[in-house]
């Protein structure tokens, strides 16, 4: 469950554009407050993304996009939730300020039609907007996670891949019942670019990790001597053979 929800036939879809860096939303016009805010998003979502180039780990990645987002509010709360690889289940990515012993109880739930928010969103595929967790029937077997610690409204939109597969779910919690706004939904669809760009980096390096390991123990195995030429540099490379 990765607790969340939104109501009966409340799940609106956050707007999406093909670009992976957004210019982040501004308020009124261009007023210098707007000003400052955006060049603060933008140099943060820059900085996330020269990590993800530089080989940061996923972990930190998605730490820093949940904290940027909410460097736009002191009374909101982000958190990110993996799907797991079974395609059922949602894992923790990120989430450094919502109390660890919630994060560790929605750790590992299962999706569904009716699993909190995220839980829901991953299932349906599409945002899940629950304005308060206290009514909203998609809470009803997650509240008593949530109320403990006074969470009470939670709006989560699913992260995809560029297939359109979902990686995984972006969430804000606020402490009190709140809908969303327009300047919500475009932070919400840079933080989801943002990490989606992180996941996918980071899991294409992972498994050419596993595949040249696999490819040097297989070179080490057999008594021929491998040879692999690379054209675009001009380098040569042999086992050890």
């Known amino acids: 469950m990765s607790g969340d929800g939104c109501g009966p036939g409340s799940g609106a879809r ?15 016009a261009r007023t210098p407050d707007a000003e400052r805010r ?9 900085n996330i993304l020269e990590g993800i180039v ?7 990645l998605l730490e820093d996009i949940c904290r940027l987002v909410e460097s736009e509010s002191d009374h909101m709360l982000c958190s990110v939730l993996l799907l797991d690889e079974d395609g059922k289940h949602v ?7 919502l109390p660890p012993a919630f994060v560790q109880a929605i750790d590992g739930a299962a999706i569904g039609p009716n699993a909190g928010s995220c839980g829901t969103a991953a299932w349906r595929g599409k ?8 009514t909203d029937p998609l809470w009803d077997g997650y509240r008593q996670l949530a109320a ?13 891949d560029p297939a ?27 933080a989801t670019q943002t ?43 042999w086992s050890e053979n």
């Open 91 to 97: 894992r923790h990515g990120a989430a450094p300020g």
């Open 195 to 237: 990490a989606a760009i992180a996941i996918e980096h980071c899991r294409t390096s992972e498994k050419l990790r596993i595949s040249n390991e696999r490819f040097l123990l297989a070179s080490r195995a057999t008594n021929d001597v491998v040879w692999d030429w690379d054209f675009a540099r001009n380098t040569l490379w």
């Open 14 to 28: 956050i707007p999406g554009s093909p670009a992976p860096v957004h210019r982040p939303p501004t308020v009124n």
């Open 54 to 60: 530089a080989g940061r780990p996923l972990p930190e």
């Open 164 to 190: 359109r597969r979902v990686l995984g779910t972006f969430a804000i919690y606020y402490r009190e019942p709140r809908g969303l706004a327009p300047e919500h939904a475009a932070l919400i669809e840079m």
């Open 148 to 160: 403990p610690y006074g969470l009470r409204a939670c709006w989560s939109t699913p992260i995809f």
């Open 127 to 134: 945002a899940v907007i629950v304005e308060n967790i206290a």
């Open 38 to 46: 955006a060049t603060r998003l933008l140099v943060g979502q820059k």
